[in-house]
């Protein structure tokens, strides 16, 4: 291969973070769209996290700025620095529960600029916090990362960005992988089914992701 | 005529009379009193000046070249006027000089004990048997070294300070005077190509007290409207206990941040506008709620914590094969569980949210440690998967508490 086109190629400034999904095996999915805004959703251990953190771990490798906003302050450096997210890259903001200040705080990253990929974590969140997010919100952030390379991701249980979101991933668990004899199993992974609600008719697609432990 | 001043203070008596003066040693100042002659007289009339100013304690010296005067001033108490260099100060010893101690031995050997032995020694002979050195220490002992001074300029301060008739007590009318110290500091560190690490505000309060607040920048910057809304953000978030009296503002000036952008490299955020924007969030989440996760090397549960200093720089990064590992999510705050035992393994868990049959489990996983410290932890975990697919990390307490830790997600 040409070492110039292998250069270029290796620092190809993209549309959308396509390593993101191919991480994970998801390439047929495309990636996350730079400029836009993507709702990861599912249940509990569907694997949204799991998700998130492959987004922070190509970002940061890059050597782009992130920050994740933790509204619940649920976020686990141990499990994004095994994903690979460089650490000294990322910016992490807990909000203690209260959803408005993760909202102040995520419209004022995004207008701050220059971020490479801006996660918001909504996961834990009550239906009632859920249901009471003004609509604007999401059209206020859509129009601040217009034309910007920053993805912003948002990870809950049901989706709430709607039409203002560009890329929307249904994630649902599969069975978990234990191993060992009765008694004395080992928890080793989860199977993920993902499948893309919006844009529709991209396929579905199932991966196991194996859990890192000490022990 | 260059007049040299040897006293303890010799600095500042130098820049009583002009501020062009260079100081050779912290006690030993030169300046060039013929180019003060229409201002303050004659250079002797200078130099007595001096001598008077000093309490006629100083040892002052007038002489064509400057480092004829530094030798007489060192070498002659009271006021001394050098008019011929090599044959007044030919008495003098070569210790005197600033020689090392070999060449030292050298003359000595040679039996040259004096700068007039020196000045009087051939110059071709004395550098081809010592070199340069040699051959400088002649010249000065002939008085032959004519160059100019090095001018000695103290170091800038970048601090101001307003004393004020009557105390205010808000914070609106204190920006307005801390905005106009800023405005003239920045200006000035941007003048002298500089830019402030630190900002301290020092406000002297009602009660004479004094109450400091220090800003520590990431990055450097010299942009007065960012350091001022900083400030605000800062003074709102601990605003002083008192009315204010005075205000002081004072910056540390270093080098500016000069970052060789690649036309590969990714965008990150402009360093005076991301601290801006965190310093609002701070003011939003609380100080110790924003910053970079950083691992802790501990076997402890949740082995990290949240730095507050941050450095948002686009850089090549080593590039490792990236995979996927399944993430964790902590539940803060912790939930308390009611678990139900069947054969010592978790059967059924409830908890605030969580309720179901445990399908399959893993444990207990025992760990302790920090027992000498005052926070020790001693705790059995499982990892247990409900009916319902959901997977969760519970632990037991050694008084039989149990709560969930997290989920696998």
Redesign the interface.
Known sequence: MNPLAA?NAA?EVSPALR?TLE???LEQIGGFPRGAITEIIG????????V???LL??A??????CCIVDT?????????????A?????????????VE?AF??VD??L??????AVVLDL??IGERAANRIPISYWYRFRRAIENT?TVLALVERNALARSCAALMLDLK?DA?N?R?AP?F???R??GIGVAPRKPAGRGRAS?D????SS? | MFLCIRHDEAAALAALFTPWHELASPDTAIFDAARLERLLGSAEQIAQAVWEQSGRRASVALAAIPDAAVLAARNFAGISIIRDAAGELADLGLDRLPIEPDLLDTFDAWGVRTLGDLAALPENGLAGRLGDRALALQRLARGAIHRPLQIHKPPEVYEDSIALDHPIELLEPLLFLIARILNEQCARLMAHGLAASEVRVTLTLEDRSEYVRTLRLPAPMRDSRALLKLLQLDLEAHPPQAAMAAVLVALNPVEPRRVQHGL???????PD??E???A??RG???ER???????LDTHRP???H?CGR????????C??K???????????PLLAAKVELHNN?PARLTAPGIYGRVV???GP?RTSGDWWTLTPWNRDEW?V?LND???YRIYAEPDGRWHVE????
């Not at chain 2, 997290?406 to 997600?409: E, K, N, T």
């Open positions: 250069f620092f390593e991480v994970i095996g249940p509990e251990s569907s694997g949204r996290t799991t998130a953190n492959s771990a190509v940061t490798s890059r050597g782009e700025t619940s302050e649920a976020f686990d450096p141990v499990s994004a620095a095994q994903a690979g460089v650490l000294t890259q990322l910016i992490w903001i807990r909000c203690g529960g209260n200040h102040k705080a004022l990253i207008h701050a600029g220059g971020f490479g996961a834990r390379p668990r978990a234990w060992g008694g199993e080992l928890f992974g989860i991966i992701v194996p859990v890192y022990r | 590969f490299l990714p965008q990150t955020p402009a506008r991301l801006l924007t965190l609002r969030i939003l989440v609380g709620n924003v910053g970079v996760p950083e691992l949740a082995p990290f949240l941050h450095a948002a720089s686009a850089a090549f990064v590039r490792p990236l995979a996927p590992q399944m993430a964790f999510r902590y539940f803060q393994r399959t489990s893993a996983w990892d998967a697919g959901a997977l997290g989920v696998y997600d």
